[in-house]
């Protein structure tokens, strides 16, 4: 990943968050962005992984319309309280913990931590993109971070990525990042039997190439071919390079703010916050383009 910060004849520039994963882009209302500024911002986003954009004014239509730009949408995951989308618009996700009158939840996640993960990756072909735009924001709390997949196989000792090449792990679709289980799934306490999907542990980045180390969520998770001991034990040594602070930059809320990641190349978490306080987000994400494919070497 080339870290120094860079422009373009347009006008933005790129700021690098962190020495490992995320830049910031000033200089662009995503409303309005001319296909020479967008050349600019694919490219940032291949070199950073997650791109963050401040004091964004988008309707849900035109965050839709940015979206898009980087392919067609995944409709939105049926939600906690088992709405499909935002009305006419089935690519919005609303990650919120505001109670409409009747006291049910309008969006996902509620107030609590959302632990580490990555979006939908429980489906063969997991969205390459998500995209967040705050529209509320606590007064405290709800930070969202990011972790750098590329940086975390980097510091995998040579003996653990031999170890590793070849084996695939379960991404499990019973529960979502907030510990709820998904709509029409029946939990059950064996990794090897619940709903989900096995991808590569290391896979290659379809654009950079880049090796990534790719773990999804942790709970639930199962290395194939392992009995639980053993896998458990992988799994958990694994774990340990991805989620360490310096592998990560952690994002403090404004309104306004849009903050896009890759799926593949970051894993995200989001700390708890208030339950008394209002946090909105509204989400995209974007439709894997291709299937997650091990890396080569
Ligand atoms: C998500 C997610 C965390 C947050 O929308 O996929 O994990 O900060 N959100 O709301
Ligand atoms: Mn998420």
């Given at each position: 990943m080339g870290i120094a910060a860079f422009?373009?004849?347009?006008?933005?520039?790129?700021?690098?968050?962190?020495?490992?994963?995320?830049?910031?882009?000033?200089?662009?209302?995503?409303?309005?962005?001319?296909?020479?500024?967008?050349?600019?911002?694919?490219d940032a986003f291949d070199r950073y992984a997650g791109?963050?954009?401040?004091?964004?004014?988008?309707?849900?239509?035109?965050?839709?319309?940015?979206?898009?730009?980087?392919?067609?949408?995944?409709?939105?995951?049926?939600?906690?309280?088992?709405?499909?989308?935002?009305?006419?618009?089935?690519?919005v996700y609303l990650v919120s913990n505001i109670k409409d009158t009747d006291g049910k939840e309008i969006g996902s996640l509620g107030a609590g931590e959302a632990v580490w993960h990555t979006d939908m990756s429980y489906l063969a072909a997991p969205p390459d993109i998500s995209m967040l735009h705050a529209i509320e924001v606590p007064p405290a709390g709800g930070d969202t971070w990011l972790c750098g997949m590329n940086a975390a196989y980097n510091a995998l000792p040579p003996e653990l990525k031999r170890r590793v090449e070849g084996l695939r792990i379960k991404h499990d679709g019973t529960y979502n990042s907030g510990g709820y289980v998904?709509?029409?799934?029946?939990?059950?306490?064996?990794?090897?039997?619940?709903?989900?999907?096995?991808?590569?542990?290391?896979?290659?980045?379809?654009n950079t190439g880049q090796p990534l180390l790719y773990l999804g969520r942790r709970r639930m998770a199962h290395i194939e071919g392992l009995d639980?001991?053993?896998?458990?034990?992988?799994?958990?040594?694994?774990?340990?390079?991805?989620?360490?602070?310096?592998?990560?930059?952690?994002?403090?809320?404004?309104?306004?703010?849009?903050?896009?990641?890759?799926?593949?190349a970051t894993m995200h978490r989001r700390d708890p916050f208030d339950a008394a306080s209002r946090r909105l987000m509204r989400r995209t994400q974007v439709k894997g383009a291709t299937q997650p494919k091990a890396y080569a070497g």
């Open positions: 422009s373009s004849d347009g006008g933005l520039e790129a700021r690098p968050l962190t020495p490992v994963v995320g830049a910031e882009i000033v200089g662009v209302d995503l409303g309005a962005v001319s296909e020479d500024q967008f050349a600019f911002i694919r791109l963050l954009f401040r004091g964004q004014d988008l309707t849900p239509e035109r965050l839709v319309a940015f979206s898009r730009r980087f392919g067609d949408l995944d409709h939105a995951p049926v939600m906690e309280n088992g709405r499909t989308a935002v009305p006419g618009l089935p690519e998904r709509q029409g799934v029946t939990p059950t306490d064996d990794p090897r039997k619940s709903p989900g999907t096995y991808h590569p542990v290391v896979i290659a980045h379809p639980l001991a053993d896998s458990e034990a992988l799994l958990d040594e694994l774990w340990a390079y991805a989620t360490r602070e310096e592998n990560a930059y952690r994002h403090s809320w404004r309104v306004g703010d849009v903050l896009m990641w890759d799926n593949r």
